[in-house]
């Protein structure tokens, strides 16, 4: 036999065993830890590096996740959180959570909306309660309800079907709003306010989180298949001097 016959044999083990991580074992074992929004976002945010060479004291495969960003420059956090999710520990700039009214269909397990997404909403103009200030004016607002009622009008009058308003604190978080509609009932003359909560906020917020270590996990069930992949990958070496 060529003598490139043993390093060909385990450079392909190497390289099919990296693979059926990202393809079979690392998608299954996601599957168990998380909540399933994106069918194909475990797969698509994944790479291999396949094994190169002859030296097969040094050679290796490699099978990792990409650490991207998203359009406009911005850090893709569900990418590069996952080594926390991996070991343990605590993920910052959570300082929104999205709640359920902002996924698709009010459900947890969807997506947000497009159109609810933080990309999607200019932050800078989101007017925040406060009981000081109302209209760009220094008047002193007894109640929570009152300033609410302030800053939704103010949005509205400033920024039509933009206005979002990230209300009052309620113990230490706060909530995003976007406001639909600023009416006043015909009957009773009240004024109705029509909101959609988007967010909950606290600043600097950190979520700490268990490890699961599914990687770890897909890895060792692709490595108890390794010496049936090397016997196949050998076998051809053996069919290839037969030819």
């Given at each position: 036999?060529?003598?490139?016959?043993?390093?060909?044999?385990?450079r392909?083990?190497?390289?099919?065993?990296?693979?059926?991580?990202k393809?079979?074992?690392?998608?299954?074992?996601?599957?168990?830890?998380f909540?399933?929004?994106?069918?194909?976002?475990?797969?698509?945010?994944?790479?291999?590096?396949?094994?190169?060479g002859y030296?097969v004291?040094?050679?290796?495969?490699?099978i990792?996740?990409?650490?991207?960003?998203?359009?406009?420059?911005?850090?893709?956090?569900?990418?590069?959180?996952?080594?926390?999710?991996e070991?343990?520990?605590?993920?910052?700039?959570?300082?929104?959570?999205?709640?359920?009214?902002a996924?698709?269909?009010?459900?947890?397990?969807?997506?947000?909306?497009?159109?609810?997404?933080?990309?999607?909403?200019?932050l800078?103009?989101?007017?925040?309660?406060?009981?000081?200030?109302?209209m760009?004016?220094?008047?002193?607002i007894?109640?929570?309800?009152?300033?609410?009622?302030?800053?939704?009008?103010m949005?509205?009058?400033?920024?039509?079907?933009?206005?979002?308003?990230?209300?009052?604190?309620?113990?230490?978080?706060?909530?995003?709003?976007?406001?639909?509609?600023?009416?006043?009932?015909?009957?009773?003359?009240?004024?109705?306010?029509?909101?959609?909560?988007?967010?909950?906020?606290?600043?600097?917020?950190?979520a700490?989180?268990?490890?699961?270590?599914?990687?770890?996990?897909?890895?060792?069930?692709?490595?108890?298949k390794?010496?049936?992949?090397?016997i196949?990958?050998?076998?051809?070496?053996?069919?290839?001097?037969?030819?």
């Open positions: 036999m060529h003598r490139s016959a043993l390093p060909n044999a385990i392909e083990t190497l390289s099919k065993s990296a693979l059926n991580v393809q079979d074992t690392m998608p299954k074992m996601a599957k168990k830890e909540v399933n929004r994106q069918p194909n976002f475990f797969k698509a945010n994944s790479s291999v590096a396949f094994a190169k030296d004291k040094s050679m290796k495969a490699t990792g996740f990409i650490d991207t960003k998203l359009k406009g420059g911005k850090n893709n956090y569900a990418v590069n959180d996952l080594e926390q999710q070991h343990g520990g605590a993920i910052g700039g959570r300082s929104f959570v999205p709640l359920d009214e996924r698709t269909g009010k459900n947890k397990n969807k997506l947000v909306k497009k159109v609810n997404r933080l990309a999607a909403i200019d800078k103009d989101v007017v925040s309660v406060s009981r000081r200030r109302s760009g004016k220094a008047i002193n007894k109640s929570k309800k009152q300033a609410f009622i302030r800053a939704a009008i949005a509205k009058k400033l920024h039509g079907d933009n206005a979002y308003v990230l209300g009052n604190n309620k113990n230490g978080f706060r909530t995003l709003s976007r406001i639909n509609s600023v009416s006043t009932n015909r009957k009773s003359r009240n004024l109705q306010i029509d909101r959609t909560p988007l967010y909950s906020y606290r600043q600097g917020r950190a700490r989180v268990q490890a699961t270590n599914f990687m770890r996990r897909a890895s060792m069930e692709t490595q108890s390794m010496d049936a992949t090397f196949k990958e050998a076998q051809k070496q053996f069919d290839r001097i037969r030819k």
